[in-house]
């Protein structure tokens, strides 16, 4: 699905804007719930909304960012049905969709990465979930969840 839902605090504004831009070029529809601009917002309510929107259904994955990428994948990995990795190199961004079929990213504003952001994102689309013994560890995950 062509669709993504993007998301971040005060933390990575800009970032955010340029993934969205990037993701735009490249034909996906992108729902931006915000923020913007430097007034500080607080990352549990920026993960809480985009994952309820995600949910809301029609949505490929997602992506969170706030300073540092771990709040967002804290708070969003409380949700139901939310399994957020948090991205930091090429294999990272290969195994979370391989191993963990992650449904939402997180990437960090104020983080300097080795590899640019959009080439972890493009990795992370290009990678099919393996499935088989990766199914059954992402069963017990669900498991969990209840
Ligand atoms: C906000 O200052 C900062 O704490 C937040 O963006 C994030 O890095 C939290 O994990």
Known sequence: ??????????????????????????????????????????????????????????YGFGILLCGTGIGVTI??????????????????AEMAKAHNNANFIAFGGRIKYAVPVHEMIEKFISTSFEGGRHERRIAKITAMEE
């Open 1 to 58: 699905m062509k669709k993504i839902v993007i998301a971040s605090d005060h933390g990575a504004v800009d970032l955010k804007n340029e993934i969205a831009d990037f993701l735009r070029k490249k034909n996906y529809e992108v729902t931006d719930i915000g923020t913007e601009g430097p007034a500080a917002v607080d990352y549990p309510d920026i993960a809480l909304a985009a994952c309820t929107e995600f949910k809301n259904g029609g």
């Open 75 to 92: 708070a969003a990995n409380k949700v139901k049905g939310i399994r957020c990795a948090l991205l930091f190199d090429l294999f990272s």
